[in-house]
C-alpha cells in the first residue's frame, strides 16, 4: 500500500481518491470480484491495476458504474502494454469510461469527456470572482436565495466532514428519491452500495477520507453531499436535497458553502465529474478529460463483450453529446419516474 501511495503522490494525474488503494481494499471487501494486478519491472513496482473480473473475462473498473476515475497508478517512466496486462490478469477486455490521461490502457480508438471542476487552487475568494464574471446571475441569485431561506426557515449552519451516520442516511434517501423521480436506477436498492458508502465514511486518514457535509436551515437538513477526498482533491460523487426547499436552489446553496469549507481544508480541486447537468456548467471554473473505450485481445469473451456492449455504448454517448437528444432523453426518464411513482403511491 506504501508503494501504491507513493506512485499516486508522484503523479498529479492519479490526485484521484477513486484511484487511491483505500478504495479498492473497501470495495473489495465487499465484493469477491475485485482484483489488483501487481506490475513489477525487475525487483521494482511499477504499477498497480485495480479491477474486477466478470464472467468470461470481462474487465471493468472497480466499483464499474460509480466511479468518476478509473485506470492503473503508475511509474512515469513504466513502459506497459495495455493488451499485455489485460492478458496476465486473465481478461478478455477491459471496458471503462472514465479512464484519466496519461494511460497505457488508452487504446488508439477512444472517446474524450470533459469531466467539470471547481477549481480552488487560487482559494475560495478568487474563485467566487470568476463566477461573478462568468456565471454573475446565477452567484447572484445564489446569495440572494441563500438569504430568503434564513429569513423563511431560520438560521443556516453548514457542517463540513462530519462522520454521523444519521445525516448521511437522510442523503441517501434523498438520493433514493431523486433517482426514482427522474427514472434512474437507484443505487442504493443495492445493500452492499450503502454499505460501501457507510465504510468510507468511517475511513478518515490524512491521505483517503470520506468526506459528509450537510447544509441545515433552523436546524432541519436542507442539503448535502457525500464525497471523497485525498489531500487536496474532493471527488464529488452523492449531492442531494430535499425538494420541499427546492425553490430555494439548495443544491447550488450547499455546493458554494461546500467549496468555501473545501478550500479551507486544504482542497485544492473538487471534481464534479463527468456528465452534463446544469449546476455543474453554472459553477466549474475549469475542467479535466476522462476517456470511454475499451482495450481487447482476441477471445470468446471480448467477441460476446463488443456485441452486447460496444454499440449500446456508442449509442448513449451520441444521446450525451447531443444536448436535443440528451434533454429529450432526459424528459422521457422524468416521466417515467412520475409514472412510477405515482403508482407506488
Known sequence: MSRWRALQDADPVFDNPFLSPEFTLTV?????MVRVGV??????????????????????????????AQGLVHAKDAEIDARWLISECGLGVYEFDHL??????LPAHHEKHPSPIIDLRAGYDQYTESLRVNSGKTYKTTLAKERKLQRDVGEIRHDFATTDLEPLHTLLSWKTDQYRRTGRTDRF????IVELVERLLATQTESFAGVLDMVY???LPVAGHFGLRTRTTLSGW??????????????????????????????????????????????????????EGRVARASVGAAVHWVLRVPLRKTRATVLANPLLHKTADRALKTFGRLRTSLQS
Open 238 to 291: 452523492f449531492p442531494a436535497y430535499d425538494t420541499r426547499y427546492a425553490k430555494y436552489s439548495p443544491g447550488l446553496i450547499h455546493h458554494l458553502a461546500m467549496a468555501e469549507q473545501a478550500a479551507a481544508a486544504g482542497i485544492q480541486v473538487i471534481d464534479m465529474g463527468r456528465g452534463q447537468k446544469e449546476y455543474k456548467e453554472k459553477l466549474k471554473n475549469g475542467e479535466l478529460e476522462v476517456a
Open 39 to 68: 506490475i513489477y519491472d525487475g525487483p521494482d513496482i511499477v504499477g498497480f491495476f485495480p479491477f474486477e473480473r466478470h464472467f468470461s473475462g470481462i474487465g471493468k473498473p472497480v466499483a464499474a458504474g460509480l466511479t468518476d
Open 189 to 192: 436498492a443495492h445493500q452492499w
Open 100 to 105: 484519466v490521461a496519461e494511460q497505457p490502457l
Open 217 to 219: 436551515a433552523d436546524g
Open 28 to 32: 473489495g471487501q465487499l465484493r469477491d
